[in-house]
């Protein structure tokens, strides 16, 4: 068997390029599905849009690490870091991950719990609870209609809110991301779409967060 060849600079900016933009495209089309009342499609097209926004921001953490530094290393180890990206919990994990004190530590446990994961495939299909790997006869039947609103809302503001982030970023320092052309996927034609939405999600605060982490740390200790 031949050995992997590492990947190009060019599919490293075209992979971050094209899923930052499938995740603006995910962003929209959650909020369209929510406004039309469809909840549960909304929820789980909003978590989607936070996976590919992940994605983006790592690949461009990855690759402008790699032109800073050392160079991309070792093609075999750039596959196992390849396969990480097509695990959905790693990618919602990934979405808190370098600023996971700023975020609601109960929000942080459920998506390293898989649980955010496991709403997500509810929000989607009709089925009964898995118990390790025995499906439960006996338990309640999972209905995405028990996905709503609120749940819906939540998610589509927690996504809004990270590309306002982004967005607002940009204005004040010219430049967020590593790669260029990211940027401009963003900021200025997004002004309008991104500020629209009207609704925070309660779930990011620097202040109000980092000392519920510490303390948890504290007590940990």
């Known amino acids: 068997m031949s050995e992997p060849k590492g990947l190009s600079t060019y599919k490293y900016k075209r992979l971050a390029e094209e899923s930052l933009k499938n995740a603006i495209r995910l962003h929209a089309d959650s909020i369209f599905l929510y406004r039309a009342g469809s909840f549960p499609s909304s929820f789980h097209i909003a978590v989607l849009a936070l996976e590919e926004f992940a994605k983006a921001k790592w690949i461009d ?5 790699a ?13 196992e870091w390849l396969w990480l990206l097509y695990s959905h ?5 990934a979405f808190v991950a370098r600023e996971e004190f700023d975020f609601s530590p109960r929000l942080v446990r459920f998506i390293k719990s898989k649980k955010l994961e496991q709403k997500k495939q509810q929000a989607i299909y009709v089925g009964l609870e898995k118990v390790g790997k025995r499906i439960d006869t006996t338990g309640r039947i999972s209905r995405p209609a028990r996905i709503k609103e609120a749940d819906a809302k939540q998610i589509i503001s927690l996504v809004n809110q990270e590309l306002v982030d982004v967005f607002c970023l940009i204005e004040q320092n010219e430049t967020y991301f590593g790669i260029e052309a990211l940027d401009e996927l963003i900021y200025p034609d997004l002004r309008q779409f991104l500020f629209a939405w009207p609704h925070r999600s309660g779930l990011k605060s620097r202040l109000r967060f980092f000392k519920q982490h510490i303390a948890k ?5």
């Open 89 to 93: 919990t790693e990618k919602q994990y």
């Open 217 to 221: 740390v504290q007590h940990g200790a």
């Open 61 to 65: 953490h990855v690759y402008y690490s």
């Open 67 to 79: 032109i800073t530094n050392e160079g991309f290393g070792d093609p075999a180890f750039e596959q």
